[in-house]
C-alpha cells in the first residue's frame, strides 16, 4: 500500500541544521500538496511548511528564512532543510501528502511516522 516514509531527525545544537526527507512508496499515480507539520511537547500540531504540486510554498512565520521546503517529483520525495535552528524548534515532525493511487480517481491524505527533531541550547 502506499506509505510515506521519514528520515533525517536528530539531536542537534542551537544554530546548527538538519534535513529532513519524505518518501512515498508503493502504487503512487502522482501527488498533489506536500507538506511538513510538528508537534511540540505539550503543544498543538502546527503546520511548518506546504508546497504544492506546482512548486508554490509557504511557511509558518516561526520558520521563514530558516527552512526551506523543496520535492523531487521523480523521486516522490519531499525534503524539509532546516538551518539556524532554534530549541523552540524541539518536535516531532511528520510530512503529510495528498496522492492519488493507482487505480483511484480521487487524492487521499497521506502521513508519515513522524521523526523527532530535538534542539538543545
Known amino acids: 500500500q502506499v506509505q510515506l516514509v521519514e528520515s533525517g531527525g536528530g539531536l542537534v545544537q542551537a544554530g546548527g541544521s538538519l534535513k529532513l526527507s519524505c518518501q512515498g512508496s508503493g502504487p503512487i499515480q502522482s501527488i498533489n500538496s506536500m507538506a511538513w507539520y510538528r508537534h511540540p511537547p505539550g503543544k498543538q500540531r502546527e503546520l511548518v511548511a506546504y508546497?504544492?504540486?506546482?512548486?508554490?510554498?509557504n511557511y509558518a512565520d516561526s520558520v521563514k528564512g530558516r527552512f526551506t521546503i523543496s520535492r523531487d517529483n521523480a523521486k516522490n520525495t519531499v525534503y524539509l532543510q532546516m538551518n539556524s535552528l532554534k530549541p523552540e524548534d524541539t518536535a516531532v515532525y511528520t510530512c503529510n501528502a495528498q496522492i492519488k493511487p493507482v487505480g483511484t480517481m480521487l487524492y487521499l491524505d497521506y502521513w508519515g511516522q513522524g521523526t523527532q527533531v530535538s534542539v538543545s541550547s
Open positions: 508546497i504544492s504540486s506546482g512548486g508554490s510554498t
